[in-house]
């Protein structure tokens, strides 16, 4: 008998063994940024800094500039899987929707409060809140996840007793997606990275960036989208395709809508040959009224070092603002922090290619 627990301990020890080589050497392995991202990549960015927020592990924020403050809904789960176990055992969920107030110096002003999911029964996973402006009230798009895929979400949000809370929520749907979903431009039943805006007291979604630039209209009473404009992307690169990320900003001085894409890229594991996707951004513009299509574009993805120092290299843009001569990037890193890229408006401007050997200035 006690051989048999000898060798009973010697097979779990072999296996624990095999386990954490398999995790040191494979899995826990950085990722690296292709070549061709470092060697063609724009610098923009000045300055970085980090946004902390109270909870557990929040990224992907979505931001409105209140004037002296940001409002920021953010995407929040367990840290750890520890985390997600004392998370279940309390009944609570592992990704919600957590908003908070920010100052300038992007520093947490009073705590955090669940925004979503709301009441018990109604939402069981939400994901991914981006904030916008619309005829002088804060709006919010995410992803509900409640029953499988993805279905976009908006949601209006009121600050009543100071607390923001969601006043009213409408799910969206676009029957003109199926074309899309067909011609396999579109995953069916996963609705992500809508980029809502904004335009003469309409809402707007850009629907798909490449390979055609889709806009919709949502019908902020029913929910039901229609088709706007689909054109022909002519800044298709070895980059691409390019997907949803801030909501487009419209820049005055410029005349156009300014947003920021990412793009899910080709990397591999560091020191080995086993791939790994990383998240890179650029820039691109649109048109200022319909058809709203693609006027320009990054002359190559936004690449600096300290953007990439973290260890999954995601970077993942979600909210753009306007500061004076600058522009103020919240993306998601590693989808475990908060960060903030603050850019110069001429550099960012500079790096966009409007046709070919052509910046803007």
Known sequence: MRQVFILMFKRIGVICSLFVFFYLFFMHRSSELPVSVTYEGVSVIEEIYDVELSGYGTYNPGVVDLGDRYLVATREKAGSFFDYIILKCKGKRQNVIKIA???????????????????????????????????????????????????????????KDGYWTAASILPLSFGGGEEFFDKGFVAKGVEKNWMPFSHNNKLYVVYLLEPKNVVIQVDMQTGEASLVSSTENTFINKFSPLRGGCPPLFDQDLGEYLTVYHICYKGRRSYTALPSKVYICGACTFSKEAPFMVTGRSKGPFYQENLYNNKRKIVFPTALIKKDNHYLLFYGEDDARIKVAKIRREVMIGAIKRKENEVIR
């Open 101 to 159: 107030e920010i100052d300038e110096n992007f520093k947490q002003i009073g705590g955090s409060k669940l925004l979503l999911p709301g009441k018990e029964g109604v939402f069981t996973k939400v994901t991914d809140p981006r904030l916008f402006k619309h005829m002088g009230d804060v709006y919010m798009i995410f992803c509900d996840h409640s029953g499988g895929g993805s279905v976009q979400t908006l949601a209006k949000l009121i600050k």
